[in-house]
């Protein structure tokens, strides 16, 4: 087994339980950890014989879109959504995180971590 890892990807969503965090938004930051056996890839050297990074991008994207009230959420949502778009994964963890969350103090983010 080999792993994918797609990190830092940053998005700007309207995504959080409050009314003020859907109307004014804020950065989140996604890292990806896709296990795949990647022994075709890395004998024949091509494309569809491994997990195409801009398939999962776009998954990611997608999913973000789409707002939601939890991080929790989100997260399963793509799970399901790479599973569904990338043939060959056998387990993806996905970290979420929000940077500065509206807490009522100085925090560099809040995040999630769920594997499939």
Known sequence: MSII???????YAFH???KEEQ?????FLIDLTIEADLDKAAETDKLENTIDY???FRVVKQEMEKNSNLL????RRILDSLYKNLPGVNKVTIRIRKM???IGGHIGSVGVIMTK
Do not use: L, T
């Open 5 to 11: 890892e797609i990190r830092d990807m940053e998005f």
């Open 72 to 75: 929790e959420h989100i997260a």
């Open 100 to 102: 500065n969350p509206p």
């Open 23 to 27: 109307i004014v938004g804020n950065k």
């Open 54 to 56: 801009q398939v999962a």
């Open 16 to 18: 959080g339980h409050y």
